[in-house]
C-alpha cells in the first residue's frame, strides 16, 4: 500500500468516528464563514455526508 492509500484510509477512519460521535450528539450549531464559492457547504455536506448546505 502506498502513502496515499495510507492517507485516504486514515481521513476516512478519522471522518467515520467524527461522524459517530456527532451521530451521539443531540444538537450542534456550527458556523462557516467565508467568500461566496469557496466550498462552504461543499464542506458541511461532505463532513456529515449527506446534503445538508
Same mark, same amino acid.
Given at each position: 500500500? $502506498?502513502?496515499? #492509500? $495510507?492517507?485516504? =484510509?486514515?481521513? =476516512? $477512519?478519522?471522518?467515520?468516528? +467524527? !461522524? $459517530? #460521535?456527532? %451521530? %451521539?450528539?443531540?444538537?450542534i =450549531?456550527? +458556523?462557516?464563514?467565508? !467568500?461566496?464559492?469557496?466550498? !462552504?457547504?461543499?464542506?458541511? =455536506?461532505?463532513?456529515?455526508?449527506? #446534503?445538508?448546505?
Amino acid at each position: 500500500m $502506498d502513502k496515499q #492509500e $495510507d492517507y485516504k =484510509n486514515i481521513i =476516512n $477512519d478519522t471522518l467515520s468516528q +467524527v !461522524k $459517530d #460521535e456527532f %451521530k %451521539k450528539l443531540k444538537k450542534i =450549531n456550527i +458556523v462557516i464563514a467565508g !467568500k461566496t464559492g469557496v466550498g !462552504k457547504s461543499t464542506l458541511i =455536506n461532505a463532513a456529515f455526508g449527506q #446534503e445538508l448546505a
